[in-house]
């Protein structure tokens, strides 16, 4: 089976602060994305990488960067933290080509900036 | 751009009865993939069915199913025999084929369902 995992389940931090959320596939998947998911938002693209230091920006990158220096692993930084990054955030990951597959999720990591 | 609309924030079901979830989407392309996941409150996204829109036979998954309608640009999920374990938020969602296609997914608002035992 495929696993995302994230590294925290909860986070707690100060606005300013730089945040880093870890995410790490185990399938050799090309495609990794970062969404964050608020309440009657759905899920929104932060950003997405479909190869090792590759990357694009997605529907909301503002106040977001990213860094993908190995295929298992996609880290999310958020450089400076405000009040209005509080939210839920998911990592996703899945095979490239043009074909249907899916994207396998992690747990998510529930941020929260005070 | 695309979009993807649930316009249905929660839905209720009895055990056993069957439930049928909305979705509509709007896109300009002929050719793309449609999706449900569903978020159980342990909160992994895990995917339900898929559909590609070049298919004309609607996708089944079990006790799962789509109703597919292109020209209306729906995409509805139907649950049979509900289950205490459907209980989730779900989620449509839409993917692109064609050149530079990088597997990226638009999601609906999302529907909270609620099974009665």
């Known amino acids: 089976d495929v696993k995302v995992t994230q590294s925290s389940r909860y986070l707690v931090k100060r606005t300013g602060e730089k945040v880093f959320l870890e995410c790490v596939q185990d399938?050799?998947?090309?495609?990794m994305f970062w969404y964050r998911q608020d309440p009657g938002l759905g899920l929104r693209l932060i950003y997405f990488s479909y190869d090792v230091k590759m990357k694009e920006k997605g529907d909301i990158p503002e106040g977001y960067s990213v860094s993908r220096e190995k295929k298992e692993r996609f880290s999310l930084i958020l450089e400076s933290a405000s009040t209005n990054q509080t939210s839920m955030y998911l990592c996703a990951s899945s095979f490239g080509g043009l074909g249907n597959q899916p994207q396998h999720f992690g747990d998510g990591t529930r941020l929260s900036i005070l | 751009a695309q979009t993807v609309t649930q316009s249905q924030p929660e839905m209720s079901v009895q055990e056993a009865e069957t439930v049928t979830l909305s979705c509509t989407y709007d896109t300009s392309e002929s050719d793309y993939y449609l999706f449900w996941y569903k978020q159980p409150p342990s909160r992994q996204m895990i995917l339900v069915i898929r559909q590609e829109a070049y298919k004309q036979q609607n996708a089944t998954e079990n006790r799962f199913s789509v109703n597919f309608q292109k020209a209306a640009k729906s995409f509805s999920l139907k649950i049979s025999d509900s289950q205490l374990g459907d209980a989730a938020m779900y989620f449509c969602a839409y993917r692109n084929i064609g050149s530079g296609n990088t597997g990226k997914l638009i999601f609906g608002q999302g529907t909270t369902l609620q099974v009665k035992p």
């Open positions: 399938m050799d998947h090309e495609n």
